[in-house]
């Protein structure tokens, strides 16, 4: 989980380094479903920036309805390298049925 600053970029590093991400590597960052998914791209025109953060363009925080201090929960894929930042209300959603039959006592 990491939190999600006013000018887009996510605090945590940890994930863009278990990547191999360094400082200007060049991404592609999309919303797919509601969900953030980056990966590396050659004429892409988002980067690491300076520091080794993540920065998440507006268009995508506004299509997620992100805004300052939201948290969102990373995953990475080391293999094709594409990380994934699911907002919580998407997670709320998905999880939704789940809850759902966990408080009823029906088995998920």
Same mark, same amino acid.
């Given at each position: 989980?990491?939190? %999600?600053?006013?000018?887009?970029?996510?605090?945590? $590093?940890?994930?863009?380094?278990?990547?191999?991400?360094?400082? *200007?590597?060049?991404?592609?960052?999309?919303?797919?479903?509601?969900?953030?998914? &980056?990966?590396? &791209?050659?004429?892409?025109?988002?980067?690491?920036?300076?520091?080794? #953060? +993540? #920065? +998440?363009?507006?268009?995508? $925080?506004?299509?997620?309805?992100?805004?300052? *201090?939201?948290?969102? +929960?990373?995953?990475?894929?080391?293999?094709? *390298?594409?990380? %994934?930042?699911?907002? +919580?209300? %998407?997670?709320?959603?998905?999880?939704?049925?789940?809850?759902?039959?966990?408080?009823?006592?029906?088995?998920?």
């Amino acid at each position: 989980m990491s939190a %999600v600053d006013k000018s887009g970029r996510v605090a945590d $590093r940890s994930i863009v380094r278990v990547l191999g991400w360094g400082p *200007g590597t060049r991404l592609d960052i999309r919303e797919q479903a509601g969900i953030i998914v &980056a990966r590396t &791209a050659v004429d892409a025109v988002h980067c690491i920036g300076d520091r080794g #953060h +993540l #920065h +998440l363009p507006l268009a995508v $925080r506004r299509w997620c309805r992100l805004t300052a *201090g939201d948290r969102v +929960l990373l995953a990475a894929d080391p293999a094709p *390298g594409v990380l %994934v930042a699911h907002p +919580l209300a %998407v997670l709320d959603r998905l999880l939704a049925d789940v809850h759902a039959a966990v408080a009823g006592g029906e088995a998920a």
